[in-house]
């Protein structure tokens, strides 16, 4: 399984920005769907997920501002992030849990760079 994110960029605070992570590679099924970001010099945190069966939860920094979603099959995650603010900026990663013959195997997309300035 293959992860390509994109949609990163440079937007002023209080702009809008959405980020998408489509999957290739056929042959899997999805399980939490999650992003996550890290900003330099600071641990990748976890910000938003979504379970295969659509249950949203996000970290409460995001929380009213950012939505994960994902089309129906599965094959493609979103984030829509709004009211962006500086501290925002990072480089954010999706992250796919593929479960077949009940074996979970994590993959990860690549980063897609988001910066906010002021």
């Known amino acids: 399984v293959q992860l390509q994110a994109s949609g990163g960029g440079l937007v002023q605070a209080g702009g809008s920005l959405r980020l998408s992570c489509e999957a290739s590679?056929?042959?899997?099924?999805?399980?939490?769907m999650r992003w996550f970001r890290q900003a330099p010099g600071k641990q990748r945190e976890l910000i938003a997920q979504?379970?295969?069966?659509?249950?949203?939860a996000y970290a409460g920094s995001v929380e009213g501002r950012f939505t994960i979603f994902t089309d129906s099959g599965k094959k493609s995650l979103s984030l829509e992030m709004n009211s962006l603010k500086p501290e925002d900026s990072a480089v954010y990663y999706c992250?796919?849990?593929?479960?077949?013959?009940?074996?979970?195997?994590?993959?990860w997309g690549q980063g897609t760079l988001v910066t906010v300035s002021s």
């Open positions: 992250n796919i849990d593929d479960i077949t013959d009940s074996i979970i195997r994590t993959y």
């Open positions: 590679g056929g042959g899997f099924s999805a399980g939490a």
């Open positions: 979504i379970t295969r069966d659509d249950v949203t």
